[in-house]
């Protein structure tokens, strides 16, 4: 069996986050790549396990050294994937990047091996019920995540699997199951 690199994708609110996390604590064979950001960390973010996070000067500086698989510019800041981890970790066991599209196509294109997941939201009406459920979120940050989720799902064609985070037991599942896939292939 051998290591894949996948990267998950979906619009925000999608709990993309939820399920990768739940699966590395039920999978001792994948890991979570932690990106860098120049955003500010939200209450209860920890330097090093949620992000990296990096002024912008420290960030263009990796940039200009090649440090990053990919990176790519949001709204509240620029995000990058760190190159050495993600090779390095490759070796020993699977490892899962929970990215934005834009950057899962940038990263695809290094590795072509790379496997593309998208998570949906059951519909629309739910995303923006869950968005508007994390009170961290100010009515004109929630339009802007909905203008982006279009942008996002115009690239759906380009992805490998698409999961609907309907029932959380099941996607959770799916996910597990197309790694098993993968890794056997
Ligand atoms: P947040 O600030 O809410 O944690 O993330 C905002 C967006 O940045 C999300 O769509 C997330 O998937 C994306 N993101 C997080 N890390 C990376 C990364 O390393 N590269 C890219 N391109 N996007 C990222």
């Given at each position: 069996m051998k290591n894949v690199?996948?990267?998950?994708?979906?619009?925000s609110g999608v709990g993309k986050g939820t399920l990768v996390k739940e699966l590395i604590v039920r999978r001792s064979d994948v890991v979570e790549s932690v990106s860098c950001t120049t955003r500010k960390p939200r209450e209860g973010e920890v330097d090093?396990?949620?992000?990296?996070?990096?002024?912008q000067k420290e960030f263009d500086r990796r940039i200009a050294e090649g440090d990053?698989?990919?990176?790519?510019?949001?709204?509240?800041?620029?995000y990058g994937t760190p190159r050495s981890f993600v090779q390095k970790t490759l070796q020993e066991k699977s490892v899962i990047m929970e990215i934005d599209v834009v950057g899962g196509l940038n990263a695809k294109k290094e590795y072509p091996e790379l496997v593309l997941v998208f998570i949906m939201?059951?519909?629309?009406?739910?995303l923006v019920r869950r968005l508007k459920g994390r009170n961290s979120e100010t009515p004109e940050a929630i339009e802007k995540r909905l203008a982006r989720m279009d942008f996002e799902l115009s690239k759906l064609p380009e992805y490998d699997y698409v999961i609907v985070n309907d029932d959380f037991e099941t996607a959770l599942q799916e996910l597990s199951d197309l790694i098993d896939k993968e890794k056997n292939k």
């Open positions: 690199l996948l990267v998950v994708s979906g619009p090093g396990k949620h992000y990296f996070f990096l002024s990053f698989l990919e990176y790519d510019e949001h709204m509240s800041g620029m939201p059951p519909s629309k009406e739910e």
